[in-house]
């Protein structure tokens, strides 16, 4: 049977996004097609941060069933590389709800079972975002200074991404580089109008890993 590269599966509140604070069990894939180098799971990708776990689907499975959680996450790294696993996933579950976190380049093939994508564009690469704006996708910007929140509107009025669906995400791998961005994120957002996903996870256990 083939094995799922596997980073991280734990239980925890959805700590960014419109379904903040929802209970969830992150499934965290290994491996990505970027490299941010303000990724804050770079160990989910970077053989020098952390390594996979190869583990079977059974396994998986009988992990995400022990936290009695029904709303899945799958997490990356880069999930949308691992679609035919997330499908195989979520056929042995039959969860109540799907999110997947995503940088948005990969086509897919998975929307039938998927609730709600995630999409983070990284504009600091080439890379084409190839997700689709629609009622399933949410658009999460991280913002540092005020042209990183024009540079997010631009993007969402050329693919006419509507306000509601779109998010301003401080940088930070820590609460303190959080909260020393958050009064930048909050000014733009409230220009802009929309909305601010404030990583509720690093804000209670600051850079703290699986809660």
């Known amino acids: 049977m083939q ?8 239980s925890s509140l959805q700590g960014e996004g419109v379904r903040l604070g929802i209970p969830s069990v992150f499934i965290r894939f290994w491996g990505c097609n970027l490299s941010c180098e303000f990724c804050d799971s770079e160990f989910s990708w970077n053989a ?7 583990t079977t689907q059974d396994e998986v499975i009988k992990k995400i069933k022990s936290f009695g959680v029904k709303n899945l996450i799958f997490t990356g790294g880069e999930p949308m590389l691992h679609q035919k696993h997330i499908r195989d996933i979520c056929s042995a579950i039959s969860p109540d709800f799907v999110e997947v976190e995503t940088n948005g380049t990969q086509i897919s093939r998975i929307d039938d079972i998927v609730d709600q994508f995630n999409v983070s564009p990284k504009f600091d690469f080439s890379m084409p975002v190839l997700l689709q704006p629609n009622e399933k996708t949410y658009w999460k910007f991280i913002i540092r200074d005020k042209k990183d929140s024009l540079q997010a509107i631009n993007y969402c009025n050329e693919h006419m991404i509507e306000k509601e669906n779109i998010l301003f995400q401080p940088e930070g791998k820590t609460r303190e580089e959080i909260l020393a961005t958050m009064d930048v994120v909050m000014s733009e957002a409230m220009k802009h109008n929309v909305r601010i996903s404030p990583r509720l996870h690093i804000l209670l256990w600051n850079d703290k890993r699986a809660v």
Do not use: D, L, R
């Open 3 to 10: 094995k799922i590269p596997i980073s991280e599966i734990f």
């Open 48 to 54: 020098k941060k952390g390594k996979p776990h190869h």
